[in-house]
């Protein structure tokens, strides 16, 4: 008997081979000994070719090797669903439907949230069973309220007298398709994703991501979200006398605050465009969403500062950044280097060389040590420049057994490199001989490059909103609206100062 809360355990292979083996010497105990050969048995044929299927449906197959751009692929048999991690997004036939019921149940518990109070989260069970109820509604046939039933004394009850229910069903059911289909159709639902395929997104996010991707995440389950840190290393002795105990360590213990800070984009086109462009419009601005939500995030890590006045700005030195520059979230690397501790700041004066580069390494002390938990961040300029470096070990020399890290251009001495494409509100990815980015004369003052090592156990990064992107649509301007967010925190580590070095000044 199997129902809906049966739980299926998938059968080792090592299982499987066992039970296949004791099938088979039974199958062959059954069979005659004689000097003479007897005739096969069809039926003994029939058993071992139904073992060997059942060995092959018990074992389960791995996933195949994945090329570049494809996403998920689904094991033979299995269904891929994209978007949704939930155990309610297999409810409803496709994923029109799928979404549609899910978009309904979200606005149904909006409606228990506020008569409860916006503090009352519906329980597990809750949710499944309005999931069930808005399936049923949803495939049911449509029946007509009425505006009034006899009421059993000969007369009329009220039920529906202004036609407010129907009115309302019926919008629900309309906003639900516009808003939540998911045909991968263009033009037909695929530029409406909902909101519950974030989980999707930030993956698609994640992976176009090179900085990001290399720092320890936290999820923030609160905003601002303290972190319980270590701000010294447990220290070791030798234990020289048997049943002594050793001096004891007292690490210095402490706390690292995330702070969350929303970043949007936010892009809306006519509907003529939609009709009439060339190509899918919604989809081509949803892919660039993600592309520039992924390089947001690698450039907040990078090249953040909060500074907002007329100058010091890493990214502004000589002006006040525009108003609402995306930059402006919080600090990043480049500024926890030349402003905040400048000893870990280091000006080359020079073209850049495996010298002056073992120089500016050496500033990293022992966060430096380990080329697998060191990243370089560099702009393009300062990378073409390197290329007749010796140490330099581009991708297509790394032989059969290279290790390629996410976004990784090349090596320098064993450390991965990756890319900064520019300045943030620039055109050039280069900066002034102060390591810093000046706004007037910008072909004779910003000529300069600049790289960065940063360990990268050494920073950490807070997402209190993974990346999310939610559509709409104004009938009224006859417009549809794409907006993309985020809110996102970076916090150093609180034992050293040293897990970080910029290099700049650096002739290209």
């Not at 000994?33 to 299927?53: F, N, S, Y």
């Not at 999931?131 to 004394?153: F, V």
């Not at 049943?243 to 995330?258: D, E, I, K, R, Y």
């Not at 495996?354 to 961040?377: E, I, Q, S």
Request: with cysteine; glycine share 8%; net charge negative.
């Amino acid at each position: 008997m199997s129902d809906e809360t049966t739980e299926t355990v998938d059968l080792a292979p090592e299982a499987a081979d066992q039970i296949a083996d004791k099938v088979a010497d039974k199958l062959k105990a059954a069979k005659p000994e004689t000097p003479e050969a007897p005739k096969e048995d069809p039926r003994i044929a029939e058993l071992i070719a139904t073992v060997a299927e059942l060995k092959a449906a018990a074992t389960k197959p791995n996933r195949s090797d994945l090329g570049e751009g494809e996403g998920v692929k689904a094991k033979p048999g299995e269904q891929v669903v994209y978007g949704g991690n939930d155990k309610y997004t297999f409810t409803g036939s496709n994923d029109a439907d799928r979404a549609t019921n899910l978009w309904l149940v979200s606005e149904a518990m909006k409606l228990f949230a506020i008569k409860r109070g916006q503090s009352y989260r519906p329980s597990s069970r809750l949710v499944e069973v309005m999931t069930k109820a808005a399936d049923k509604a949803l495939h049911g046939p449509a029946r007509e309220i009425p505006s009034h039933i006899p009421n059993g004394y000969g007369g009329l009850k009220a039920i529906d007298a202004d036609g407010f229910v129907g009115r309302t069903h019926a919008e629900w059911l309309d906003e639900a398709r516009t808003k939540a289909m998911v045909s991968t159709t263009a033009n037909q639902g695929d530029e409406w994703v909902p909101t519950f395929a974030s989980s999707e997104l930030w993956t698609d996010v994640h992976l176009a991501t090179a900085v990001t991707a290399s720092i320890p995440r936290v999820a923030m389950p609160t905003n601002p979200y303290t972190l319980p840190t270590l701000d010294s290393d447990v220290t070791f002795y030798v234990a020289s006398t048997e049943n002594t105990a050793v001096t004891g360590s007292q690490p210095n213990t402490g706390n690292a605050t995330l702070t969350a800070v929303k970043v949007m984009g936010d892009v809306t086109f006519s509907g003529e465009v939609t009709e009439d462009s060339i190509i899918p419009i919604a989809p081509t601005v949803r892919a660039n969403l993600v592309r520039r939500g992924a390089q947001s995030m690698d450039d907040l890590i990078v090249h953040g500062d909060t500074e907002a006045s007329g100058s010091g700005n890493v990214n502004s030195d000589d002006a006040a950044p525009a108003a609402g520059s995306f930059y402006l979230a919080f600090n990043g690397l480049r500024k926890f280097c030349i402003v905040t501790n400048t000893g870990q700041a280091s000006q080359l004066t020079a073209a850049l060389t495996t010298t002056n580069f073992t120089t500016a390494r050496a500033l990293l002390g022992r966060y430096g040590a380990r080329t697998n938990d060191v990243r370089m961040v560099l702009p393009a300029s300062l990378y073409y420049s390197m290329q007749d470096i010796a140490s330099v070990k581009t991708l297509d020399a790394y032989g059969p057994n290279a290790t390629i890290v996410q976004g990784e251009l090349a090596r320098f001495f064993g450390i991965p490199m990756l890319l900064s494409e520019a300045i943030p509100g620039a055109t050039t990815d280069k900066v002034d001989d102060d390591g810093k980015y000046t706004t007037t004369s910008v072909a004779t003052n910003d000529t300069d490059g600049w790289f960065l090592l940063y360990n990268t156990q050494g920073w950490k990064t807070g997402f209190r909103r993974e990346f999310t992107l939610e559509a709409d649509r104004n009938i009224q301007t006859d417009s549809n609206i794409l907006v993309a967010s985020f809110r996102m925190a970076l916090i150093p580590s609180g034992i050293a100062t040293t897990h970080t070095v910029y290099g700049y000044d650096i002739t290209v």
